[in-house]
T-cell receptor, first 109, second 112 residues
Framework: KNEVEQSPQNLTAQEGEFITINCSYS?????LHWLQQHPGGGIVSLFM?????KKHGRLIATINIQEKHSSLHITASHPRDSAVYIC???????????WGAGTKLIIKP | DAGITQSPRHKVTETGTPVTLRCHQT?????MYWYRQDPGHGLRLIHY???????DKGEVSDGYSVSRSKTEDFLLTLESATSSQTSVYFC???????????FGPGTRLLVL
């Protein structure tokens, strides 16, 4: 079993829909990252969080440390949000990063 | 955008040849990382550096070596390339070991 699991693996939605991507992990962590990989391959960091919630524009990331779960939400989704979204956790025992396999999101106009 | 570049961006080589990929940063960040990305896998750490001449292995380090003689440059070397090393290679930098990582544009390597 992978230590970081993302769901769903693939998600197709219509423009304007509210999107939720989930990340569950089984190790103790000190922080969690959400990143976006564009269709062209570039990788951009979106959030780093260790508790609560962060918001940037239409993106919201939440984390529940007790439940070992984080979600990334996109409000009013747009075709330009189409990308792979990747979750990564910082293991608190050794500060190594463990990466999820990613969620491929397609937003149709 | 963080000042981080990778060279070359694309390379085709033959099995058994040595290959060196370069990562260059202008941000003076302490930490530098090399990852590979393959279909069906998440990003996998090859090697990382926590300072000049200070490097350590990641989860998939076999067949790879690294060097960091200057803060701004982190080199990844495949001493004798194999077809299993065909991949997209990403370099990343971070000012803190657990902080946000900034990624380079990637290098597509094809080993025939």
């Amino acid at each position: 079993k992978n230590e970081v699991e993302q769901s769903p693996q693939n998600l197709t939605a219509q423009e304007g829909e509210f999107i939720t991507i989930n990340c569950s992990y089984s190790v103790g962590i000190s922080a969690l990252h959400w990143l976006q990989q564009h269709p062209g391959g570039g990788i951009v960091s979106l959030f780093m969080l260790s508790s609560g919630k962060k918001k940037h524009g239409r993106l919201i990331a939440t984390i529940n440390i007790q439940e070992k779960h984080s979600s990334l939400h996109i409000t009013a989704s747009h075709p330009r949000d189409s990308a792979v979204y990747i979750c990564a956790v910082v293991v608190d025992s050794n500060y190594q990063l463990i990466w999820g396999a990613g969620t491929k999101l397609i937003i149709k106009p | 955008d963080a000042g981080i570049t990778q060279s070359p961006r694309h390379k085709v080589t033959e099995t058994g040849t040595p290959v060196t990929l370069r990562c260059h940063q202008t941000e003076n960040h302490r930490y530098m990382y090399w990852y590979r990305q393959d279909p069906g896998h998440g990003l996998r750490l090859i090697h990382y550096s926590y300072g000049v001449k200070d490097t350590d292995k990641g989860e998939v380090s076999d067949g790879y070596s690294v060097s960091r003689s200057k803060t701004e440059d982190f080199l990844l070397t495949l001493e004798s390339a194999t077809s299993s090393q065909t991949s997209v290679y990403f370099c990343a930098i971070s000012d803190l070991g657990v902080g946000t990582q900034y990624f380079g544009p990637g290098t597509r390597l094809l080993v025939l």
